[in-house]
DNA sequence: CTATTTTCATAACGGTCACTATTGAAATCG
DNA sequence: CGATTTCAATAGTGACCGTTATGAAAATAG
């Protein structure tokens, strides 16, 4: 009879929580970018030293890459949350412009989208991370675009709506909502700017109109 | 009878040109970004040794500032051009997003906007240069709202419209396009979500058509 | 208990960062 | 000419970069 206690692991304990770690290391990323925050600044926020930082995450960029899916089902779940539930595609593109407005100017956290603005330019050392992130916003971009093409074939849409430029119209809202939450812009201010890109769905402003 | 020649300076000329250098110090900026251009980066591009350097343009902040300057000057004045030749405001804004389509993915240079994506987030030293980009940022946004007002003002526009919110819009709509040029983005990808950002100006896509 | 395993903290690694002291060459001035 | 001024090249500055060797500490296994 065996007694099916979680058997702890061989040897010493880690002292840190590896999810409280990721939070923080997190936000060092969003404030900092990937190039601006330093391994002690990391170590220095996560409250870890280096070497535990490197025997835990394996270096910089491997913890940055658990940081993005620590992300991506964190703060950044809201957009696939919203793609998935609501029912038409315009309901969904429209939460997801209203949320980002809430969302990155949230006071918990920096402002902004952590992917939109981590890493674009960078040295020629840092492109394989760049490249990684820029591969997670035509994910986004991507997303979009089956929702609408999903609408197209519901008939919500007009056929010969082209999903494709939709898509990147909404990847270039946000990416652009994001920069300007980065520099000051106020929630309100950003759902002004989602109003205005409302209109480009046809129809007036706002959600679908009884009539 | 004093002579007029062009009074050479005292010591030792230069023996590299200012301009020149400067544009190749821009394609590395442009490139790479702020943090990512390193001195070395710099210098070996330019042609000139780190000295030179520092006695010509101070210090790297103080090149880059040039360089900024440099880059409104030439490959960023179409903006302005367009902004200030154009009769009408809708003519004025839909030429500025056509030409940024075209300036963003030509091959000469870097894909996108130089000051878009040279700087966003950065280590708390260079958080100088990053609100001198994000205020070159602002003063974009500004430039379309005062040419959306004076179309208001005009009556080419509702009295109603919201200049502010319209300028964000458009401010973001750039700023997404040069991410997604440097992403990648064809020309004509750029222009097709140019269309569909057009639509949130009113009456159907392309240039206000007779009837 | 001893042996083993893993994590911890200290301290340091080579490399690169932005930047500069020094020195000699190249120009103009008197 | 000699004196002066400015530039350019070499060679380095200290500081910080990401990363790691070392050894003590803390847990399990036998």
Redesign the interface.
Known sequence: MKIVTPTRPRGRPREFDETKALDLAMMVF????Y????VADLTGAMGITAPSLYAAFGSKEGLYRRVLAHYQAGPGAFTWAALTEEPTARGAIERVLRESARVFTRRKH?HGCMI?????????A?QPVADLV?SL??GAVELFRERIARGIAAGELPPET?A???A??L???????S??A????SEA??L??V????????GGAGRPRAR
Chains 1, 2 share one sequence.
């Open positions: 969003w404030r900092l970018g190039e601006g925050a330093s920096p939109s603005t981590a890493i674009l330019r960078c040295a020629e840092h820029a916003r035509a082209d494709g430029a939709m990147r119209f990847g270039a809202i946000v990416q652009g909502m920069v300007q980065q520099d000051g812009a201010e950003l002004g700017l109003e205005v890109a409302m209109r480009a769905w046809g």
